[in-house]
């Protein structure tokens, strides 16, 4: 299986704790373009989900005019789905509740501006 | 009284998270400075957001300012938080006086026990009795403890007419403003949008004072829907809040009761984690007003 560029980038949020899977998807598509997940995670159905909702922040904030979204975390129960994006790509992590936002939010964000 | 507002700032200053801003911003009311009073109490409030005290101090320094509504909403949360707050009984009768509901201000007023009352509440009751007595005949004008004449005519209906609910169905008209005191700045805008994505209450203004509340409803209200979506496709529960950090400004979300949704917009200049207190603050102020409205 070819390694992408991505590998070691999700392999090192996926180390962070209460991190179940990271992802690069591709936003216009919904498709993984790579994942590092734990097993039982779905991984296309959580990139396809990730995508889309990144795709409607954007054009939600591009309508507010708030400028380009850089980050987005949902929140739920049980834990819930970061997203940062750099042009098509976008990258995404799915946590547990007991995930360290704060520290992922920061790696995510420089991670980001490294996705081409 | 100079005095004591610089060594309540000093003390302050040393501990921002002291108690002392309810004093402070008590003393800064009470010497006319009602703007800073505001920005004192509002800060405090975010720090100490359960303390029915310093909702009563905010109450104070609305109602100073000729605001009874956002002084009633404040009474009224100091009385959820302590359902015995004998000065937000006496701040909500008065304001019930001010709009001539006499009935309700008498018994507002004599929910205060005898033994709690102070001269003031007393008085404030014997007011209002007396002026309830005079009512039926004579009609002249009712005069507020304050002397100053109430702001609206008083009723000359006789005491057998039903008593009108407690408190009285929202001003269309003021749910522009229902957020108002839950933000923190002229750089935050708060907005409740129904499941259909319609405006329920709150403003949006854009960079150019245009009113683009409706338009900002209708796209946010399709990103709500994406995110209860994945949520139960990924099995971790019912959304909790969405956060979005765009270049110009941060938006959050979180479900609101009757499958509406609140969103709370705010500059880049304010911190993310204060975007969320916001939006637990704007969401208190929603459910209560849902809860008034139907």
Not at chain 1, 42 to 61: F, W
Not at chain 2, 45 to 65: E, G, K, N, S
Not at chain 2, 196 to 213: F, K, M
Request: charged content about 25%; aromatic content about 4%; glycine content about 8%.
């Amino acid at each position: 299986m070819t390694k992408t560029p991505y590998a070691e980038l999700l392999a090192m949020l996926s180390r962070h704790r209460g991190v179940v899977g990271s992802f690069v998807v591709s936003e216009r598509d919904g498709l993984a373009v790579d994942s590092n997940v734990q097993i039982g995670v779905q991984a296309e159905a959580v990139a396809a989900l990730a995508a889309s909702l990144h795709r409607k922040a954007r054009l939600a904030c591009g309508a507010a005019g708030c400028g380009i979204v850089t980050f987005l975390r949902l929140d739920a129960e049980k834990g819930g789905i970061c997203a940062a994006g750099r042009d098509d790509l976008v990258l995404v992590t799915i946590s547990e509740a007991r995930a360290n936002i704060g520290l992922l939010r920061v790696e995510m964000m420089r991670a980001a501006k490294a996705l081409t | 009284m100079p005095e004591e507002i610089r060594r309540l700032s000093d003390d302050l200053a040393r501990d921002p998270s002291s108690l002392v801003f309810m004093r402070l911003a008590d003393a800064l009311r009470r010497a006319g400075q009602l703007d800073v009073a505001l920005r004192v109490a509002v800060r405090g409030l975010d720090r100490h957001p359960y303390l029915p005290d310093a909702h009563d101090v905010l109450a104070r320094i609305h109602a100073d300012r000729g605001d009874l509504e956002r002084a009633s909403d404040e009474w009224e949360m100091a009385l959820r938080l302590d359902p015995s707050h004998a000065q937000a009984n006496l701040g909500l009768g008065f304001v019930e006086f001010r709009r001539g509901d006499l009935e309700s201000a008498e018994r507002r007023l004599s929910t205060v026990p005898p033994a709690e009352q102070t001269p003031g509440v007393a008085a404030a009751l014997a007011h209002v009795r007396s002026a309830l007595g005079a009512r039926p005949g004579n009609g002249a004008a009712v005069v507020v403890p304050n002397g100053s004449p109430p702001a609206e005519p008083v009723r000359t209906s006789p005491r057998s007419t039903p008593l009108v609910p407690e408190f009285p169905p929202p001003d269309p008209s003021r749910t522009k403003q229902l957020f108002d005191s839950a933000l923190d700045g002229s750089d935050q805008h708060a907005l409740l949008v129904d499941a259909d994505g319609l405006v329920l209450a709150g403003a949006y203004t854009d960079g150019s004072g245009n009113d683009i509340a409706d338009v900002i409803a209708a796209e946010l209200a399709g990103v709500s829907s994406e995110a209860e979506r994945a949520m139960r496709h990924l099995g971790l529960g019912a959304w909790a809040s969405l956060l979005v950090e765009a270049d110009e400004a941060i938006v959050a979300m979180t479900p609101a009761p009757n499958g509406s949704v609140l969103v709370v917009t705010a500059s880049r200049r304010t911190p993310v984690g204060l975007v969320r207190l916001l939006l637990d603050r704007a969401l208190g102020r929603a459910r209560d007003w849902l809860v008034r409205v139907s």
